[in-house]
C-alpha cells in the first residue's frame, strides 16, 4: 500500500514507499488498530521514535488532579511492535501501576494518592526499553476533618449538625418521635459518607438523652 504524504516535510509529495522508515512506522500503528488517517498525524512521530529508539515508544495523555485518598487513571499508548513489560515509578509515596502490563498499544495508568499525601506536583515515570514518558499529578490540600451527625425521622428532612473532629457533646433539637441517628467521619468534606469512613447509628426516640456513638 502506498499513501501520499501531503506537507508532511521533509517528505512532501513523497510516497512512503520511498521511505521505508516511515513506511514502518505507518505498519507498526496500523498493526496496532490505529486510524490510517490518524496513524499519519499525531502518533507518527511517536512510531518514529519507536523505530529509532529500539522499537518502543511512551505517550500520557494528560494529567491527573487528586485529592489525598483519591485515585485516577491517564491512558497510555505503548507504539511497540510486541507485548513489553513496563516499569512503574511514582514519586512521594504516590501507588502506581499499568494495566495490562505488558502492554502494546493502549493502556491505562491508574495512580492513587494515599489519606497523609501531602499537596504538590508529583511525578509518575514509565520506561520501557531505554525510554521513558513522565505523568503529572497534582495533589491538592486535605479538606479538614469533621465529624457530622445527621438525624431523620421516618419521613421527612433530616437534619444536620457538624461537630469537630475529636467529637464531644451534642445537642440536636428535632421534633417529638423515633429518628435514626448517623455520625460519621467526613475526612473528605464533600458531606457524605464514603466506604472507607468511619460511621456509627443508632434508632432514638426524641426527646432522648446521654446518647453515645462511637465511630469505627
Known sequence: MALELVDFNPFRNRTLESRPH???ALALLLGMGADPEAALGAHLPGALLALEGGG???EVAGSLDLRP???GALPVRVLSPTPVPVEVHPEGGLSAYLSPNPAKGEAVLR???PEATPPGLYR???RAEGQEAVAEARVAQAPEARVLLEACPLSG????LTLPREGGPFRL???PGPHRLLAFLDRDGDGALDREEPWAEVQVRAPARGVRLLLR
Open 69 to 71: 485518598g483519591e485515585a
Open 173 to 175: 433539637e428535632v421534633p
Open 111 to 113: 495512580v492513587y494518592a
Open 22 to 24: 516511515v513506511a514502518a
Open 124 to 126: 509518575v515515570r514509565l
Open 157 to 160: 428532612a433530616c437534619q444536620t
Open 56 to 58: 518502543v515508544a511512551l
